[in-house]
């Protein structure tokens, strides 16, 4: 079983009508593997669902979609390894943004794969990524 953690550029692709993304997340899920996001990358995607132009419909769909993605939970330990991380990136004299930080720590933490397009994300080199853009 995999893990997929889900940056806010997949999920929030995953809310097109006709998404083939949405269906990649379906057969994942189907084939036993885990897909998931933490909720700091879910409050950027209601933050862009608030500001789109079918907010109701868009909505509706991320509903639907979160009963086949999991919310995983930042807990004291991703916390731990989130400022371990922050300063790591910082002594290479790396910025990412804190929510990619956290997913980074999350999936660091879990042994997950960050799905994004993304190329901050090389930045840490022992991070495992996909793109299923």
Known sequence: MTRYLLDTNHL???LSPR???RARIVEEH???NRVGTCVPVLCEVEAGIEGSARPQQNRAILTHLLRVVRLWPLDAAASRAYGELFWELRGA?????????MLAALALQMGAVV????SDFAAVPELRRQNWL
């Open 12 to 14: 929030s692709a995953a």
């Open 19 to 21: 998404s083939p993304l």
């Open 30 to 32: 189907r084939a036993g």
């Open 93 to 101: 004299g790396v910025v990412l943004s804190q929510v990619d930080i």
């Open 115 to 118: 799905v994004t397009r993304d």
